[in-house]
């Protein structure tokens, strides 16, 4: 059973001044009215809102959102997750224990090991060590909860990267930072006074956006899927 309260104090504290500095950065108001800008090539203003969304099951919308995100998924797995099979029962049983209306900051024990076992079955259907698209595909589904985790975003706040719990705690311990929550509101206050369409993005897209677009120019594309768990 996972301690999703204990964090590492260190690891948190570092965690915690690269991202105030990214969300405090001049630029990052300007960056982040650009990834949610429906006229540039970014993905902030369909992944979440793709239709149709149905809370508790994948389908082709949300396949066909997560490659806007630069991530793809395999023909097998397309099968697995699409035809009438018991895999995709299963996955609609996973996502039916996890509560659509729950935000990181407000999750407790049990519904973080709901995500965790959704998460952990998305990832086993995709085969391979497709943790990035797991995410990815996680997050569409549960965006207040589920965190965009992939190596852009660990490598900019410099998350652990050894267990995937690990770093649910530590991003969950950071949306509960009074520090971190009024850099964000300042961000999202900022970024609309210039004109970005920020409504109903929960809180923690904002952090995962404005985390991954820190050191990206209009041009940039991400990268492959790293190592991780």
């Known amino acids: 059973m996972t301690d999703w309260d204990h964090v590492d104090r260190d690891t948190f504290t570092t965690l915690h001044q690269r991202t105030l500095g990214?969300?405090?950065?001049p630029e990052a108001p300007a960056k982040l009215r650009h990834f949610y800008d429906r006229a540039a090539d970014r993905a902030g203003a369909t992944f979440h809102t793709l239709q149709p969304v149905h809370p508790y099951d994948i389908g082709a919308s949300d396949l066909l959102a997560i490659t806007l995100m630069d991530v793809t998924v395999s023909p097998r797995a397309v099968?697995?997750?699409?035809d009438p099979e018991p895999t995709r029962e299963a996955l609609r049983e996973s996502l039916r224990r996890v509560r659509p209306d729950v935000a990181l900051a407000d999750a407790d024990a049990d519904t973080l090991d709901a995500a965790a076992s959704l998460y952990e079955r998305v990832k086993l259907v995709l085969g391979g060590n497709k943790w990035v698209t797991a995410s990815k595909i996680c997050a569409?589904?549960?965006?207040a909860l589920i965190p965009v985790r992939d190596?852009?975003?660990?490598?900019?706040?410099?998350?652990?990267n050894t267990d995937f719990r690990i770093d649910w705690a530590l991003l969950r311990a950071l949306v509960r930072d009074q520090e971190i929550v009024a850099a964000l509101d300042a961000l999202a206050a900022d970024a609309g006074a210039i004109g970005a369409d920020l409504q109903g993005v929960p809180t923690l897209r904002l952090l995962d956006s404005a985390v991954w677009m820190h050191r990206r120019n209009i041009g940039d594309r991400s990268g492959p899927e790293r190592v991780g768990d």
Not at 22 to 25: G, V, Y
Not at 79 to 82: D, G, I, V, W, Y
Not at 152 to 160: D, M, Q
């Open 79 to 82: 099968r697995a997750m699409l």
């Open 151 to 160: 190596s852009v975003v660990v490598e900019e706040i410099r998350l652990p």
């Open 22 to 25: 990214i969300l405090t950065a």
């Open 140 to 143: 569409r589904k549960r965006p």
